[in-house]
């Protein structure tokens, strides 16, 4: 095929492409909006500009030859792409619409985002969303999500990530615990409680702590063995057990907030910030693509508007 002329054969690769995933000359032209006498026409110009047969022709079926699919296969990904970036820029002339689907973690979820998503849905009419909570992390484009909710340390490299905002996280116990139990004047004094630990697959029980304020925290860091009559892999259960009176825990600023506030929980060793336990910020991330939907960042907006002041208790 002449090299200054491929543009001409666009067209014709991409009709070429439809007929191999519809399986036939009506079906293909259908999708392309031609007759079907059109869509044989391209085909055939298109294996006299080859030179080799492309398509394999019986009263039944159509199929490729063995040139036809290694054609189809050499530009299918490319057509793909103009595909979804014409789509994407359509979707940039109209209002948010569509079908955004989310994960995020179970605590954050329940307690932050679904209570934020009914004004946004108000606003934006023509978005649905399908929200997946699960605290497991899964891979966003195998399992076919549009954007996920994180609370990390840092956003993976090879996804797209917006902070939504800044997140710590508190050492707590009830009242009633306190009482009976006293406070502990330092991280190692915590060998003497019941310690509610946040469970991870092969984790060691421990907490670390650096001093608030401090000119080189990091370098002040301790670690502390921790153990307790119970654990879980969720926070909202840990808070729900701390208020029991069953020990102390360390949770996420977005759990225990409510509680704080209203001093059902009492902040403990307000010398020492517990580390490592969390993430120190909530990202919403999605997988690259040149062009990002509005639904999807209709959405991120929302939420880095709602929650850009954190969580202070």
Not at 290 to 301: K, S, Y
Request: charged share 20%; glycine share 8%.
């Amino acid at each position: 095929m002449d090299g200054a002329r491929i543009q001409a054969w666009w067209s014709h690769l991409h009709a070429l492409g439809v007929l191999a995933r519809h399986g036939s000359y009506t079906a293909a032209a259908q999708r392309l909006a031609v007759s079907k006498a059109a869509m044989s026409q391209r085909i055939a110009e298109l294996e006299r500009a080859a030179g080799v047969p492309l398509v394999l022709r019986t009263t039944r079926s159509v199929r490729l030859t063995e040139a036809g699919q290694q054609l189809v296969d050499a530009t299918r990904e490319a057509f793909e792409q103009i595909e979804r970036s014409f789509a994407g820029v359509k979707d940039l002339a109209g209002a948010p619409r569509g079908l955004v689907r989310v994960t995020a973690p179970v605590a954050l979820g329940r307690q932050q985002i679904v209570p934020r998503l009914g004004d946004f849905l108000r606003r934006h009419p023509e978005v649905r969303i399908e929200l997946d909570l699960a605290d497991r992390i899964m891979p966003l484009a195998q399992e076919g999500y549009d954007l996920a909710i994180r609370h990390t340390a840092a956003a993976p490299d090879t996804h797209v990530a917006w902070v939504l905002c800044e997140t710590r996280s508190w050492l707590v116990g009830s009242r009633a615990y306190l009482r009976r139990r006293g406070l502990p004047d330092s991280p190692e004094a915590l060998a003497q409680h019941d310690c509610l630990h946040y469970l991870r697959p092969g984790d060691t029980p421990s907490w670390s702590f650096v001093p608030e304020g401090g000119q080189r925290p990091e370098a002040q860091r301790v670690t502390v063995p921790v153990r307790g009559s119970f654990a879980a892999n969720n926070s909202e259960v840990l808070r729900e057990a701390v208020l029991d009176g069953l020990g102390l825990a360390v949770l996420p600023d977005f759990s225990a907030q409510a509680s704080l506030r209203a001093k059902r929980l009492q902040p403990v060793l307000p010398g020492w910030r517990p580390v490592g336990a969390f993430g120190e910020r909530i990202y919403a991330i999605r997988p690259y693509s040149p062009v990002v939907p509005r639904a999807v960042q209709a959405l991120v907006g929302y939420l880095r508007e709602m929650l850009a002041p954190g969580f202070p208790p």
